[in-house]
């Protein structure tokens, strides 16, 4: 589960690069991609708190849908306090951000839902000329890295209670 929620990191970090350096991106893996972009540095200071680094740094392929700083900046100061103080909700949570496997834009547009490394399932949307997963939009699509892609989004996703 930790290699999961690195990913989702790497993709939060990789969305906020310029378009012009999505090969490099693609040399580091999801963890780095998301550590060098500094719009996604509260998602990487959780991926880390909750242990989770390892596996989106491995070789398994990850999609990410990485909230940036701004869409945790959105979240009750209190619940992220909450969260960052309960590991296994943490974990949980971050990996409602991620699926298994490499999704580029293109295949996620033409699902209607997927189930998560958390185990419960998100669901995609087009409305106008943006795409949403649940009620976050998709902002920033197609950063890839050595071992998935990560899409950035301006919400954080809560996994279904229960």
């Given at each position: 589960?930790?290699?999961?929620?690195?990913?989702?990191?790497?993709?939060?970090?990789?969305?906020?690069?310029?378009?012009?350096?999505?090969?490099?991106?693609?040399?580091?893996?999801?963890?780095?991609?998301?550590?060098?972009?500094?719009?996604?540095?509260?998602?990487?200071?959780?991926?880390?708190?909750?242990?989770?680094?390892?596996?989106?740094?491995?070789?398994?392929?990850?999609?990410?849908?990485?909230p940036t700083n701004a869409a945790f900046a959105k979240?009750?100061?209190?619940?992220?306090?909450?969260?960052?103080?309960?590991?296994?909700?943490?974990?949980?949570?971050l990996l409602y951000h991620v699926l298994p496997g490499?999704?580029?834009?293109?295949?996620?547009?033409?699902?209607?839902?997927?189930?998560?490394?958390?185990?419960?399932?998100?669901?995609?949307?087009?409305?106008?000329?943006?795409?949403?997963?649940?009620?976050?939009?998709?902002?920033?699509?197609?950063?890839?890295?050595?071992?998935?892609?990560?899409?950035?989004?301006?919400?954080?996703?809560?996994?279904?209670?229960?």
């Amino acid at each position: 589960m930790p290699k999961r929620l690195l990913v989702l990191i790497a993709a939060i970090a990789a969305l906020a690069l310029p378009v012009s350096s999505a090969s490099a991106a693609a040399s580091k893996n999801i963890v780095e991609t998301a550590a060098a972009n500094p719009k996604f540095s509260t998602l990487v200071s959780l991926v880390k708190k909750a242990g989770l680094v390892g596996v989106l740094s491995g070789k398994t392929s990850y999609t990410v849908f990485a909230p940036t700083n701004a869409a945790f900046a959105k979240v009750p100061k209190k619940t992220l306090n909450q969260l960052a103080a309960d590991k296994a909700m943490l974990k949980k949570v971050l990996l409602y951000h991620v699926l298994p496997g490499k999704m580029p834009a293109s295949k996620v547009l033409k699902m209607k839902s997927a189930t998560t490394a958390e185990g419960s399932k998100v669901t995609f949307s087009v409305r106008g000329d943006n795409a949403f997963v649940n009620e976050a939009k998709i902002v920033k699509t197609d950063v890839r890295c050595s071992n998935g892609i990560i899409h950035a989004i301006n919400g954080v996703l809560l996994p279904p209670e229960g």
